[in-house]
């Protein structure tokens, strides 16, 4: 017997052997017979002879669900146990020719009818062909057929496997019928499949049956991602939502795809494409329906979500909805009528429905729906948009004016954008490319040149923001030049691509000057040029960290009137001007955050938040960070969600959570590789190295030298000053105190305090540097200077960081006093990796002036938030500190072993032999992620490999997860 746990084993080279039929078996993957365990201990009940199945089943299910691949497991076994198999299948064209699957069923049988009674050898041939005249006894045929098949199954048991059986003929269904009801105790086993409520002879026969349903959502992902491992996070979950759990559809919808579609390069389409094996399944069933049904399932098919009361009105009195009956009897679709709103079974019946209707059905259904929206604009514009055969004006205003809405709230309204992506993910995601295919749309129906140029041109600007780089030349080249072309918003463009993707932050400086001098000297802040210029300008100033772009944006801002650009006067003065300006940038930013709308576009937040993190405010409004980043991932303005994480990981670092600070620059990279943005991706492949390096791995030296390599020819001053941050962090955690104060000095020259990012955040390091090699005066040269500068007043934690940094330089008899002051400082306790490391300061000073006790008291406090952060170079200092006070101290890998939940629940699935993509998609993270949780879930288990997971888990206690 094979039992239900080996039902994954079976030998795939029975898959390739040929039945006794002379057809192959189709070659499936064993992953295709995921969540079917129930069903295989069934088939294997059967072919055994034991339960209560019976002779025979008859396997139910919807078309795609799988029954064929059941069938071909059931003939692998069957073979596998020596028995012999026998297959017909129904096929529509073959529906009226009689004895036509029967002929298919026992032609490879043909060599032994000549062994049988001479009556029934004489209508067995008539029925084959091998002998001229025709048998239409119905009982001589059955009778002969029995008889042929109890001589087959004398010599060794026999499986029959008949697919498609309501497409049988009618006189074969009957002949097997027949023989059905007769097999008794002869060793032969009956299995058919057949489409659920599809009627067949087998009703009547009275067999078992068993429905087959899609697979569960786990199955179904497993499936996927076992045949596509790479598929876009996006996409994965569009294709698992549109398959609905059908193998098939899960098979074929991925090929069906380009290559750039299942990378998420380019955006999927409203409706995916399905090919012929996939249209085929509803094909006959559309074919079946009434003129009027596939008329209102057309209107259906093309606006998502649609109500009762709207094809009511598209319909104008000329049909009803009662016309959707016979698809409802079909199984094609769900209506109810109290709420007013129908669904279709599938989701990728809508795609077929459109495949399976020429153009002009499809023109003429999305006229009769414009009509019918006339009171949503932004539908009507689609609708409109669709079904028109040459430029038209009015339509392309009615799209210009639609992405113009997406584009100042943040999204096209709900139901249009669910027009352009089906996947319905969140009503307020898909906004930014929504708004690019209504302005390239728009720019096809423009009538004039001038208004063609300008729709393409503004396109391809929100292309940038949706992270299709490589459209967005194709779009400018399309634009080409005509009277009234937006210059300004065509050199933004190039200059937001030339940053993003070549990080050439200089020729972009050059372009936007000229952008600023084609805008004129009285802008307005709401269209789409200034917003274009003033943003890339931001960037530029951010992340090419010279003066010259900053004054750009200053003189930029002093054009518009400084209530319509405040979230760029507030960045300019947190990033140029912290010093002096702190107070009125956080007052400000409270301001301005308050005022968003709950709508609020990612470019109306991601100002706010690089100004809050200039004055390390981000923590107090990053969930509405978080929640752009969430609206937006999934087919918005991706390269807004980009940076958006960037900023989260930075705040979530600072405020000592290192772990989640790491899966943010995971995704954040992950998004940044996907899709080519090189400047951000170096930015998070900083940042990872800088957690890094807080934790003692070394081992990204060569990653940093890859960044600075690619940063340094195009002075992308930001990268280079980050990298050159976390070597100092890195020499620190060393004990390379030279090599720290040659990297610090880099970033921040000792005597001119760099107030910038993150030259502001370098004082403590540079100080630590300075009085471990002895250049006490320098230190105390550079504390002087910034705190002349004023780089306390910025926040609470450069206050902390300056306060240490005096700490560190001053004489022993002075020290005490500046560490105790510092250590007081209101909101010391947010910043926990400084605060630590002035505290491991402290009780290293304490310690060698033989203040025991207090140096205890501070080194305890530092041990604990070191080895929580994981920060193992300085907890392993304070550690040994605190042991030559003669306290005792525990020396493993981590005293903190406790697992986060999440960390509990990657290493459980480690332990079941997932592997990181599979646990990845489980949990919606990146298999990078994945993998940088078990390299620190190892050391807290106090394991080196994945095959300890098991038993090491087996000994944490519920209290043991955090």
Not at 479 to 484: E, F, I, N, R, V
Request: glycine share 8%; with cysteine.
């Amino acid at each position: 017997m094979i039992g239900a746990d080996s039902s994954w084993l079976v030998d795939q080279g029975l898959f390739d052997k040929h039945h006794q039929t002379g057809h192959p078996v189709s070659s499936r993957p064993v992953v295709d017979l995921l969540g079917r365990a129930d069903e295989l201990e069934l088939i294997d009940s059967l072919l055994a002879g034991r339960g209560h199945v019976g002779p025979g089943l008859l396997l139910r299910g919807d078309p795609g669900v799988g029954k064929s691949a059941l069938l071909d497991v059931a003939a692998a076994r069957a073979e596998a146990a020596g028995m012999r198999v026998l297959r017909a299948s129904g096929v529509e064209f073959e529906t009226d020719i009689s004895f036509s699957a029967l002929h298919q069923l026992i032609y490879p049988l043909s060599d032994g009818v000549d062994r049988l009674a001479g009556h029934h050898r004489d209508v067995l041939h008539q029925v084959l062909g091998l002998a001229a005249g025709s048998s239409q006894d119905p009982l001589a045929i059955s009778t002969a057929v029995h008889a042929l098949l109890r001589e087959a199954a004398a010599e060794r048991p026999l499986l029959v496997l008949i697919d498609d059986v309501p497409w049988i003929d009618r006189t074969s269904a009957t002949v097997l019928g027949f023989s059905v009801r007769r097999i008794g105790d002869d060793p032969i086993k009956f299995l058919a499949a057949a489409r659920t409520d599809a009627e067949c002879i087998f009703d009547q026969v009275g067999l078992p049956e068993r429905e087959i349903g899609p697979l569960a959502e786990q199955q179904a992902a497993m499936l996927l991602d076992a045949q596509y491992p790479e598929l876009a996070p996006l996409v994965r979950r569009r294709l698992l939502a549109e398959a609905a759990g059908l193998p098939l559809a899960l098979r074929e919808l991925p090929a069906s795809l380009t290559d750039r579609l299942r990378r998420g390069q380019d955006p999927l389409p409203a409706l995916l494409p399905l090919n012929r094996r996939l249209t085929a399944i509803f094909a006959a069933e559309m074919r079946a329906l009434p003129a009027p049904t596939r008329k209102l399932l057309l209107l259906a098919a093309l606006e998502a979500d649609v109500s009762l009361a709207t094809i009511r009105t598209a319909l104008q009195g000329r049909m009803d909805v009662d016309d959707l009956a016979p698809a409802h009897r079909a199984g094609l679709l769900r209506v109810d009528m109290d709420a007013g709103v129908m669904s279709f079974r599938y989701p990728l019946i809508r795609s077929a429905i459109v495949q399976l209707s020429s153009q002009r059905e499809r023109r003429a259904a999305h006229r009769a729906l414009a009509a019918a929206l006339a009171d949503d604009p932004s539908r009507r514009a689609w609708h409109l948009a669709a079904a028109a055969t040459g430029p038209d004006e009015v339509v392309a205003r009615a799209l210009d004016e639609a992405a113009l809405a997406a584009w100042q709230s943040g999204a096209l309204s709900s139901a249009a954008t669910r027009s352009l992506d089906d996947a319905t993910v969140s009503d307020r995601r898909h906004g930014a490319s929504a708004a690019v295919a209504a302005l390239i749309r728009a720019g096809e129906l423009s009538p004039h040149p001038a208004d063609r140029c300008r729709r393409l041109v503004e396109a391809a600007f929100l292309a940038n923001m949706t992270g299709q780089f490589d459209q967005v030349p194709r779009l400018l080249a399309d634009a080409g030049q005509a009277p009234d072309t937006p210059t300004g918003l065509a050199f933004a463009v190039t200059a937001y691509l030339l940053t993003a993707v070549e990080g050439d932050v200089d020729a972009a400086h050059r372009l936007l000057a000229r952008a600023l001098d084609d805008v004129g000297d009285a802008p307005r802040a709401n269209d789409w040029d200034s917003n274009g210029i003033l943003f890339t300008l931001l960037l530029v100033g951010i992340y090419g960290a010279r003066p010259e772009p900053w004054e750009l944006l200053n003189s930029a801002l002093a054009r518009f009137a400084p209530q319509t650009v405040t979230p760029f006067r507030l960045c300019y003065d947190a990033f140029v001007d912290p010093a002096r300006t702190a107070d009125t940038v956080r007052e400000g930013l409270a301001h301005a955050f308050a005022a968003l709308p709950a709508d609020a576009a990612p470019w109306q937040v991601m100002p706010l938040a690089y100004a809050a993190v200039g004055v390390d405010a981000l923590s107090d409004y990053r969930y509405l960070v978080r929640r752009m980043v969430e609206q937006e991932r999934d087919g918005g303005a991706i390269t807004m969600v980009i940076a958006g994480l960037l900023l989260l990981c930075i705040d979530s670092y600072h405020h000592g959570q290192w772990d989640e600070a790491e899966d943010l620059a995971r995704e954040g990279l992950d998004l940044a590789a996907a899709h080519g943005y090189h400047l951000l991706e170096g930015q998070h492949r900083v940042h990872l190295a800088y957690i890094a390096a807080g934790r003692g791995n070394v081992g990204l030296a060569q990653t940093l030298d890859e960044i600075t390599t690619w940063a340094a020819p195009r002075r992308v001053g930001m990268t280079q000053a980050s990298a050159g941050h976390t070597r100092t962090l890195m020499a620190l955690g060393q004990g390379d105190y030279e090599g720290a104060h040659a990297h610090a000095s880099r970033v921040n020259p000792a005597g001119g305090p760099n107030s910038g990012v993150p030259g502001r955040w370098t004082l403590l390091d540079l100080v630590e540097a300075a009085v471990r090699t002895g250049r006490m005066d320098e230190a105390r040269a550079h504390v002087a200077a910034s705190q002349q500068a004023g780089i306390d007043r910025i926040s609470t934690r450069t206050a902390l960081i300056t306060a240490g940094a005096a700490a560190l330089a001053a004489d022993d008899d002075q020290a005490g006093p500046l560490f105790e002051a510092a250590l007081s400082l209101p909101e010391a306790d947010r910043w926990p990796f400084e605060q630590a490391r002035i505290q491991l300061a402290y009780g290293q000073r304490l310690r060698r002036t033989r203040d025991t006790t207090r140096a205890r008291l501070h080194l305890r406090a530092a041990l604990g938030t070191l080895d929580r952060l994981g920060a193992r170079p300085w907890a392993t200092r304070a550690n040994n500190e605190l042991r030559a006070t003669g306290i005792a101290t525990i020396t493993g890998p981590n005293t903190s072993a406790a697992l986060t939940a999440q960390e509990r629940q990657i290493a459980t699935l480690a332990a079941t032999g997932l592997t990181n993509k599979q646990i990845g998609q489980q949990m919606h993270l990146s298999h990078r992620t994945v993998g940088a949780h078990l390299h620190r879930i190892f050391p807290k288990l106090g394991i080196t490999s994945r095959a300890a997971l098991r038993d090491a888990l087996e000994t944490i206690t519920p209290g043991s997860t955090s």
